[in-house]
């Protein structure tokens, strides 16, 4: 059964960056496609995007594109999500999750990011 | 984007009770769709897949059905830990996966 487990909450200011990790266990970490998912408080949930460790292709949704980096560190199994030039309006939890076909199976805990200044 | 529109945005109703939640996308999503419910503070946990496959360990009183634009979920008998958000999801876009803006499911 994999595992994932995030780092802690976060507080940032306007324009900063913030940079959560996702530490997975339990299987094969490069066979994971490892997506990362945002819900604002009282919203719903968005897609940021996803990394396939073992071919190392990542793709971004529209929206964070160019604000977003997804990356991992195959030695310690670890996956990050980079969010810069942050705004109050990304005060949320970030999630990541693993799918298996067009679903997340998988989920960590999350990690909510506080922009205020 | 594939946008996918949920109703009813919020449901009363009793423990015991059968509901049915809908989700509609704006283009065929064929049967890549999914399902999960979300309680405070907690991640989502996926209940049902390809549309109509129970994930593992969920309950059988949680089906799924449809394919293309129109989806359901079914709850028969409702218990009190199923008062939560559901959401529906395509993974059909890839990768472009979208979600429902959720149903709210409340005590009556």
């Known amino acids: 059964q994999v595992q994932l487990v995030q780092s802690g909450a976060e507080v940032k200011k306007p324009g900063s960056s913030v940079k959560v990790s996702c530490k997975a266990s339990?299987?094969?970490?490069?066979?994971?496609?490892i997506n990362w998912v945002r819900q604002v408080p009282g919203q719903g949930l968005e897609w940021m995007g996803g990394i396939i460790p073992i071919y190392g292709t990542v793709n971004y949704a529209q929206k964070f594109q160019g604000r977003v980096t997804i990356t991992t560190d195959d030695s310690t199994s670890t996956a990050y999500m980079e969010l810069t030039s942050l705004r109050s309006e990304d005060t949320a939890v970030f999630y990541c999750a693993i799918p298996r076909g067009g679903t997340f199976d998988f989920w960590g805990q999350g990690t909510l990011v506080t922009v205020s200044s | 984007e594939i946008v996918l529109t949920q109703s009813p945005a919020t449901l009363s109703v009793s423990p015991g009770e059968r509901v049915t939640l809908s989700c509609r996308a704006s283009?065929?999503?064929?049967?890549?769709l999914g399902w999960y419910h979300q309680k405070p503070g907690q991640a989502p946990r996926l209940l049902i897949h390809d549309a109509s496959t129970r994930a593992t360990g969920v309950p059988a009183r949680f089906s799924g059905s449809g394919s293309g634009t129109d989806f359901t979920l079914t709850i028969d008998s409702l218990e009190p830990e199923d008062f939560a958000i559901y959401f529906c999801?395509?993974?059909?876009?890839?990768?472009?996966?979208?979600f429902g803006q959720g149903t709210r499911l409340d005590i009556k």
């Open positions: 339990g299987g094969t970490f490069s066979n994971y496609p």
């Open positions: 999801q395509q993974g059909s876009d890839w990768p472009g996966m979208t």
């Open positions: 283009q065929s999503v064929r049967n890549n």
